[in-house]
């Protein structure tokens, strides 16, 4: 039994506190005209909330009353995405500093976080529903604040999509609600049973979630608005709101996996779907961010092959999580480069001659992302293949591999060029070199130091 | 105990980390640095060698890697591996003599041939399914960017086939790792683990050879997965195809052996007159279609075709005889074969590439009588013609000989397989009548002779020829070792 003692839930809770500290903080900042303070009041907040994670490791358990779990999920995803904040907020000062909105956007980033964070340990549909709205409303005002048209553009596609697939989930989850007669995800157990209210509340979450994690059929929103907001923010939608869907889903799936509505074959086709969408339009962009989103909705699939096993194989839970830091950094890192390259595939030509290491970082973010060793995207990859074929999806891992495939081919095309001529100099700033930088270190290190990931896990 | 075989394996990449470090070098310094590396590495290889193995495993080396999924970094030599290592260290040397006329990004050249070298050294000596994969990959990276960045007129292309290719092949490999893992009780990828108890039966073992026969077969290349080939040889820069012919296609036939015939030996028996029909249509397809090439570069790429398609019957009919004679009398034969092809194929485009470099064409209508011209050049073509056609006495001869006699004691129909050595005689006479034979075009006159390093490259390479066709026995007796273990 969980201890109901307030003080006792809220000290596992420490973690989320100092987020949303640091996020009134970092306004705090703006109202005082102190924008530049925002930053580092922001990272030393980052920092505070991930080393009070840090101890929860190895902890399996939920608090008010079972409706938020603290579990490896939860707080591999704190120890996950704080520090791709973190990352994302030094790549975004550049394009922020001295604006209006300085301060605004460091704020905006840490109430995401905490959104992706409720969502990765839902253990109820209230949370669920918190954390969409939360991380969502966040993420629209971060797509929209250059004030551009297209920014604007892109805000706005952004919001209506969520609008809708939030009233969607909700509408379906009063099916769950109906059925179970409880909000716990844990009460899932009369689903079985209902065979109808069991389609709608799956297909309610799937909706949801597959919206804020960039699945496709569920993605129409994430190229535009991938373009049109600036970098960081694009890389901050590809990493850490998905990730906390994905991990809320996997929540989901987790209650659900005694149950057995038949949450396996959607997962599976929804995987499937979204792998090979994703690879195939992301081989005709001309637009390296467009190619990125595209590749993005594809790597969201390839979580999903994983999240298959969840609740049966030891390896689901390993195989999202590694994957998860893995993507965190290769994705962020790639992203990085962009802002420091451009954002047309041209601009990547003679980029590996002119700028050596640059290019040789994008390689292995590149490479990563196709799952080649001794990189972190190799150890993901197999052990999400491992979690599926461990329940008896080894045609899902098959799928995952042609896909694999397909995906060099995608990734190729921002290799090639940059190799095939003399490049021209160009400048370097700062905050992009210190982010690709960190985010190689942890390329190769996730790889090749595997188990500090894979030991800390159950 | 010094981890010798640890040293080895990463020589080759301190080599390249140094080339990285050190980005200004001179095209001299960066070949140096090659060269030392490359040579250090031989040497440790031939350490090992001297070492000693029994039979079993030898020399292993273990450090706790990733043990919550029992992967660890082990690595180890057997009489199957050891070989194989020491044709590694040989030809990564000569490949990069060959290239000290190389003067176009220099530092970033040598570094991958030597990033290439620790990765086919990794393949050759781990123990550990997880390290296995790590370095089977890396040889893809490396190889794609040599042949992108150094190859010939079409190498974007070639490149990209062959890694596409290649990597489409090696994922059916994980898949086959997978499940090993998942089949075995406890799980682990510990290869010697796998080895002793083999861990699956039935479909999942019948499935997981397939993967692995796909795996294999596009690396060996065994017909119709052999597409990617041609093309990367003849794009790729010289030293490249030489480390391609000569060290990474016998991963694909290494991997057969390990994988294939020893972790999941039942349905390989089961299997086995399959493969060994694709094997046959294999080795006389690459035979016919060598002999249909004008191109000398392609000519020699598809009779690798041939020769890795003796190797792979050789496996099948290892797996497939009853009695304990013809299985390890195959295995031998096969795994000497691997060696011998890799000399002399190396030898072969080693020869070819330096023809080139004078002609800029490697087409033989436009030669003709040029072993008046430049008469080295041509003499050790022909003998590495012969030896490539199987003339006893050289390095071929032992092998082939074993293969076929193997072969007999199992599917005496399979010896229509024999055939190819007919054709490949017949294309190599005319490849050597055609080029270095008759009547010296004019503009070939002046054609200059081979260099101190050319020279240097390629004679060791013919002085191993001349050595395992005439003394077979200081070869066998160290894969014999190990055969007679996997086939008792």
Known sequence: ?458 | MVPLVSIMVFLPLAGALVLVALRGASPRQAHLVGLIASGLTLLAALGIWMRGVDGGFAQVEEVAWIPSLGAAYRVGVDGVSLPLVLLTGVLFVAALLFSLKMDERVGAYVALFLLLETACLGVFVALDLVLFYVFWEVTLVAMYFIIAGWGHEDRQRAALTFFLYTLLGSLPLLLAILSLYLGSQPHTFDMRALIAAPPLAGLTATLTLVALLIAFAVKTPVFPFHTWLPAAHVEAPTAGSVVLAGVLLKLGTYGLIRFALQMTPDALRSAAPVVAVFAVFSALYGAFVALAQTDLKRMVAYTSVNHMGYVVLAVAVAAAASREVVRSVALDGAVLQMVSHGIVTGALFLLVGMLQDRAATRDMAQFGGLLRVTPVLGWFFIMAAFASLGLPGLAHFPAEFQIFLGTFGVWPIALVVLLGILITAGLYLRAIQATFLGAVPDRWLTMPGLTRSDIWSVAPLLVLTLVIGIAPWWLLDLIHATVERITS
């Open chain 1, 1 to 458: 039994m969980p201890e109901t003692s307030m003080a006792h839930d809220l000290g596992l809770l420490l973690p989320e506190i100092a987020l949303l500290l640091t996020a009134i903080a970092a306004l705090t900042a703006g109202m005082l005209r102190r924008d530049g303070w925002a930053l580092p009041v922001t990272l030393v907040g980052l920092a505070i909330a991930f080393g009070l994670s840090v101890p929860l490791v190895g902890t399996q358990t939920s608090i008010f009353e079972g409706t938020f779990r603290v579990d490896a999920l939860s707080i591999w995803a704190k120890l996950i995405l704080l520090p791709a904040t973190a990352l994302v907020a030094v790549l975004a000062l550049p394009e922020v500093r001295g604006t209006d909105r300085e301060a605004t956007v460091f704020s905006l980033l840490s109430f995401t976080t905490l959104g992706a964070l409720a969502l990765a340990g839902a253990g109820d549909l209230m949370f669920l529903v918190l954390g969409l709205l939360l991380s969502g409303f966040g993420a629209f005002a971060l797509v929209a604040y250059p004030r551009t048209d297209r920014a604007t553009e892109a805000a706005m596609k952004y919001f209506v999509f969520g609008v809708v697939s939030g009233a969607v989930m909700t509408y379906g989850l009063t099916f769950w609600f109906g059925a179970t007669g409880s909000t716990l995800l844990s009460d899932a157990q009369p689903l079985g049973d209902a065979r109808l209210a069991g389609m709608a509340s799956l297909l309610a979450v799937l909706v949801g979630l597959g919206y804020k994690a960039g699945l496709a059929p569920f993605h129409f929103w994430a190229p535009d608005a991938y373009e049109g907001a600036p970098l960081a923010v694009a890389a901050y939608l590809s990493v850490v709101t998905k990730i906390g869907a994905i991990f809320g889903l996997a929540q989901v799936a987790i209650s659900l996996a005694p149950v057995g509505v038949g949450w396996r074959p959607a997962v599976a086709t929804v995987a499937i779907i979204s792998m090979t969408f994703g690879n195939l339009a992301a081989l005709r962009q001309i637009n390296v961010v467009r190619l990125l989103a595209y590749s993005s909705i594809a790597q969201a699939g390839y979580f999903l092959v994983g999240l298959v096993g969840a609740g049966t194989s030891l390896l689901a839970l390993r195989s999202l999580i590694v994957f998860a830091a893995a993507y965190g950094a290769m994705n962020i890192g790639i992203f990085a480069v962009v802002a420091q390259a451009g954002r047309d595939i041209d601009a990547f030509a003679g980029l590996g001659r002119s700028r050596p290491w640059i290019g040789a970082s994008a390689v292995i973010f590149l490479l990563s992302l196709v799952g080649v060793p001794p990189l972190a995207g190799f150890f993901g990859k197999l052990l999400l293949f491992g979690a599926a074929i461990d329940v008896g999806y080894t045609w899902l891992a098959v799928a995952a591999i042609v896909n694999s495939v397909l995906s060099l081919a995608v990734y190729l095309r921002i290799i090639v060029p940059m190799y095939q001529q003399p490049g021209i100099e160009r400048p370097v700033s700062v905050e992009p070199t210190f982010v690709w930088s960190s985010a190689l270190v942890l390329t190769i290190g996730l790889g090749l130091g595997a188990q500090v990931l894979i030991g800390g896990i159950l």
